[in-house]
């Protein structure tokens, strides 16, 4: 069985200040983890994924996320943030033909 | 022009109506996905298509059906619908070289539907 939970549903953070989105993961195979972001009435768009290889995974924008087995989690991170970061993010796991998206983390930022 | 690209963007029907959206694509992508996403549900997978002989359920496939019609289309359809049906819809294709679960997914714009 797999499950993803993102552990906030809304983040506010001011701009220049770091990004921290937390997900965390149960799954009884070696996961695939993702991180997508959705613009305002846009589609999903890939940020970065873990796909066994590096832990740690530098994504677009200046987003990484680092996986932790020991911990089962994946969070996402950017060391400032820009107001076009204002967007909601999605953790997906996938494994055991498989895909389940997490609820979802609404990101606020404020000028 | 979008890679992957839904019609309509946005439709309100009437319960028990059948509706039909599309999904066309032109990044030759083997693989293709239907999604509903409902607010604070994330998204929820429908149907997927690994080819245009393969299809297969997703998690909430009931009330809903498919058709690939050929490798860049896949529709999705809602022969009778209900007012749970409302929700936003998108598609996605991914590449499909190799091992699915490593696939980066592919999003089209989403369909807005109402079902009153």
């Known amino acids: 069985a797999q499950s993803v939970t993102q552990l906030d549903s809304h983040v506010s953070v001011s701009e220049g200040t770091p990004v921290l989105l937390r997900c965390n993961y149960s799954?009884?195979?070696?996961?695939?983890l993702f991180w997508y972001v959705q613009h305002p009435n846009k589609g999903l768009q890939l940020l970065l994924k873990?796909?066994?290889?590096?832990?740690l995974v530098k994504g677009i924008n200046g987003f990484e996320a680092e996986f932790k087995k020991s911990e089962t989690s994946f969070h996402l991170t950017k060391p400032s943030a820009h107001m076009s970061d204002a967007a909601e993010y999605f953790c997906?796991?996938?494994?055991?033909?498989?895909?389940?998206f997490g609820a979802g983390t609404r990101l606020f930022v404020k000028a | 022009d979008a890679d992957v690209t839904q019609t309509p963007r946005n439709r309100i029907t009437k319960t028990g109506k059948r509706i039909m959206l599309e999904c066309s694509q032109t990044?030759?992508?083997?693989?293709m996905y239907w999604y509903r996403q409902d607010p604070g549900l994330g998204l929820r997978l429908i149907y997927y298509?690994?080819?245009?002989?393969?299809?297969n359920k997703g998690e909430i496939s009931d009330g809903y059906s498919v058709s690939r019609q050929a490798q860049a289309k896949f529709s999705l359809s809602l022969e009778s619908a209900i007012p749970n049906q409302t929700a936003l819809y998108f598609c996605a294709t991914s590449e499909g070289k190799g091992d699915w679960s490593t696939d980066t997914q592919y999003f089209g714009p989403g369909t807005r539907l109402t079902v009153l």
């Open positions: 997906v796991i996938t494994g055991g033909f498989k895909t389940i």
């Open positions: 799954s009884s195979y070696s996961p695939s």
């Open positions: 298509s690994f080819d245009v002989k393969d299809i």
């Open positions: 873990y796909t066994s290889a590096a832990t």
């Open positions: 990044k030759g992508h083997d693989r």
